[in-house]
């Protein structure tokens, strides 16, 4: 099982790194998300065949690409 490493969005591991196996991942998509001073930001979220998601800091095209690369 090969993972992918990503930057963490979520408020809890912000900044930190995760890895991912991509074949766990069924869609990935992207939101602005509002911080509490009310600045918006993308955030790019990687969605899991149990139910689990996972906010990453690349944008979306990045993690598409990322995720399709040969092992």
């Not at 408020?11 to 074949?23: Q, V």
């Not at 800091?57 to 995720?67: G, I, N, Q, T």
Request: proline fraction near 6%; glycine fraction near 6%; aromatic fraction near 10%.
């Amino acid at each position: 099982m090969a993972m992918k490493m990503f930057m963490n969005a979520s408020p809890d591991y912000d900044g930190k790194s995760i890895a991912i196996n991509p074949d766990a991942v069924v869609s990935v998509f992207t939101y602005d998300k509002t911080d509490d001073d009310g600045v918006e930001s993308p955030v790019t979220i990687l969605y899991g065949a149990t139910g689990t998601s996972w906010e990453v800091k690349e944008s979306y095209l990045e993690v598409v690409a990322r995720l399709n690369e040969p092992n």
